[in-house]
């Protein structure tokens, strides 16, 4: 069993950055790949960023987020993290961690990922 806990969630200013960590133990990190969800109220959960676990670092983003977040990993620290630059409103929501045992490919696809984190609140108001 993997556990993926989130920190760094908070309150920002439209237009300022935050950076999300999760700390993941139980299994080899680099075994996973890492991915990041969120979920606004009233709607399902949607993907935001992934990147891969094994061989070289490739990452996909959500079209709603390139360019503005970041996903990346540090192997030795088990931990991957979600930079986010330019925050608007509309990314308000309880952004959740994820591990996928497909280690050799980044995924988007929620029923590939095997655990899950208890979600960090981002709210980005003024």
């Known amino acids: 069993q993997m556990r993926l806990v989130e920190s760094g969630g908070g309150l920002v200013q439209p237009g300022g950055s935050l950076r999300l960590s999760c700390a993941a133990s139980?299994?080899?990190?680099?075994?996973?790949?890492m991915g990041w969800f969120r979920q606004i109220v009233g709607k399902d959960r949607e993907f935001v960023a992934a990147?891969?676990?094994?061989?070289?670092?490739?990452?996909a983003y959500a079209d709603s987020v390139k360019g503005r977040f970041a996903i990346s990993r540090d192997n030795a620290e088990s931990r991957v993290y979600l930079q986010m630059n330019s925050l608007k409103p509309e990314d308000t929501a309880v952004y959740y961690c994820?591990?996928?045992?497909?280690?050799?490919?980044?995924?988007?696809?929620?029923?590939?990922?095997?655990?899950w984190g208890q979600g960090t609140q981002v709210t980005v108001s003024s």
């Open positions: 994820a591990a996928s045992e497909y280690s050799g490919m980044v995924t988007m696809l929620q029923n590939q990922y095997n655990y």
């Open positions: 139980g299994r080899p990190f680099d075994s996973y790949s």
């Open positions: 990147i891969r676990g094994s061989g070289d670092t490739t990452t």
